[in-house]
């Protein structure tokens, strides 16, 4: 840690000027206006918000401190929340560094076990993986920083300790989930000479004879980083942030967000669409039964998982790195061969149905066949394995938000009536 913590002791001082002078010589100036359709729909579009851990440009998709995610496929997962934090990749010293860091950190206490094997035998995934977070609150050094009074400019010291600490559990935490909650047998100990994802995929305890799986996951965690600061997850963990509650709190807020089927339940919610299409046509469909099968979904009053997005307007180029993976490795795969299919006929039905403004793939199109092709087919778990990875977005915004001493958030909601008044209506 003393290299990450050392580099971002440094980078703080600047980034906190920067930001104190910005708002002294232009505070006053207007960088949005708020439509009343907005106001009733989700707040889309207006920037009222700051994140500088990543950016979404509609025509680009996820900037990861202005790389390209596609830049960035062959990197650990551990080297990108060094740059999420950082805004640099690590040498390979730092790396090193941070891998022992975790490594050191990895212990899942006791307790925690404890209260997942208690939770009814039928809990979502997700519930039992963001009550594992919840209940670790106790360990919070933040909380034990705040009442004994260090000053709110080393705020971020003790919230990058949290969020280590936790970062360094997940993968031990979900794979115990896993095991748990389907049914696998023992709970695996870690390999202290793999990686973050390396070892998630060790403790699932699926076979991964060729190390395939390891890549796969190694790639996940990578893809699912963060997605800058307004979607669902980050703008819950960043408001539960805002009041000074601990990474634990507002991690495990924050993913009950993602739990949500507009957001990473699509992953599930995908695979179980594809494997639909597939158990009705008896394997790949054909294309016309798959238009038909898309319009009956339209036509039944459901969305299509895994198109469509509220910021993205081209294909997601996380959706294409996963793509290009199963290219590479499994292209014969049935279940693989059918997202392939349904990326060639589901933006057309979709553009003619004329409502989605983005008829193209997110990230969730394709990662479940993938998944499912390795091994991993209890797909009411994938959103756990999203939610891994966009902790390290979580708790990097948490931080940097901490280091520069962000307000708490407040905006102003207004009754419709009132807002008739405003309008003169
Ligand atoms: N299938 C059918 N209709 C869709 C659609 C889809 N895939 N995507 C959008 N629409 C519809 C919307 O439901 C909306 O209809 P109404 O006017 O009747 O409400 C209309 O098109 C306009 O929506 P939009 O402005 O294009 O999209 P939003 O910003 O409102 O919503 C969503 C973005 C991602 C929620 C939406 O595209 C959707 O529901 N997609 C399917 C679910 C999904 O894949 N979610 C995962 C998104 C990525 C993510 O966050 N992962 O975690």
Not at 216 to 244: F, K, P, Q, W
Not at 311 to 317: A, I, K, N, S
């Amino acid at each position: 840690m003393a290299t990450l913590k050392q580099r971002m002791a440094e980078l703080i001082p600047g980034m906190r000027d920067e930001i104190r002078s910005l708002l002294k010589e232009h505070g006053d100036k207007v960088v949005s206006e708020v439509s009343l359709t907005q106001a009733y729909g989700g707040m889309r579009g207006v920037k009222a918000m700051v994140c500088d851990t990543s950016e979404v440009p509609p025509d680009r998709g996820l900037l990861v401190r202005d790389i390209p995610i596609g830049e960035l496929t062959d990197r650990l997962p551990e080297e990108i929340f060094y740059l999420l934090c950082v805004g640099k990749l690590p040498t390979a010293e730092d790396l090193e560094d941070l891998k022992a860091d975790y490594r050191k950190r990895a212990e899942v206490p006791g307790y925690v076990w404890d209260v997942l094997k208690a939770m009814p035998a039928d809990s979502h995934p997700m519930a039992m993986f963001d009550t594992c977070i919840l209940v670790m609150q106790r360990e919070s050094e933040f909380v034990k920083a705040y009442n004994s009074g260090v000053k709110k400019t080393e705020y971020w010291e003790s919230t990058l300790e949290d969020s280590l600490n936790l970062l360094a559990k997940l993968p031990a935490i979900a794979a115990g989930v896993y095991r748990i909650r389907f049914n696998k047998g023992d709970l695996i100990d870690p390999d202290p000479n793999l990686d973050w994802g390396g070892n998630y995929v060790h403790m699932l305890g699926i076979d991964d004879p060729t190390g395939d799986f390891k890549a796969l996951m190694r790639l996940y965690l990578t893809l699912h980083c963060d997605h800058e600061g307004g979607n669902v997850s980050a703008h819950a963990t960043h408001c539960i942030g805002s009041a000074l509650s601990d990474a634990y709190y507002a991690v495990s807020g924050g993913l009950n967000g993602l739990a949500g089927p507009l957001h990473g339940l699509a992953n599930q919610e995908c695979l179980s669409w594809v494997l639909e299409t597939m158990e009705k046509f008896g394997g790949k469909p054909t294309d016309e039964q798959l238009t038909q099968f898309a319009w009956d979904t339209l036509n039944s009053g459901k969305v299509i998982p895994g198109y469509g997005h509220a910021v993205l307007r081209v294909t997601d180029p996380r959706f294409t790195a996963f793509r290009e993976f199963g290219l590479k490795h499994c292209p014969d795969d049935p279940t693989f061969a059918t997202v392939s299919k349904v990326y060639d006929i589901v933006p057309g039905v979709l553009k003619e149905h004329g409502k989605a403004k983005n008829p193209w793939p997110n990230v969730d199109a394709g990662s479940g066949s993938l998944l499912y092709n390795y091994g991993l087919k209890e797909f009411p778990y994938y959103t756990v394995l999203f939610a891994v990875s966009r902790a390290m977005g979580m708790c990097s915004q948490l931080l940097v938000s901490r280091a520069w001493g962000e307000a708490i958030e407040r905006p102003k909601s207004l009754t419709t009536p009132k807002f008739k008044v405003l309008l003169g209506v």
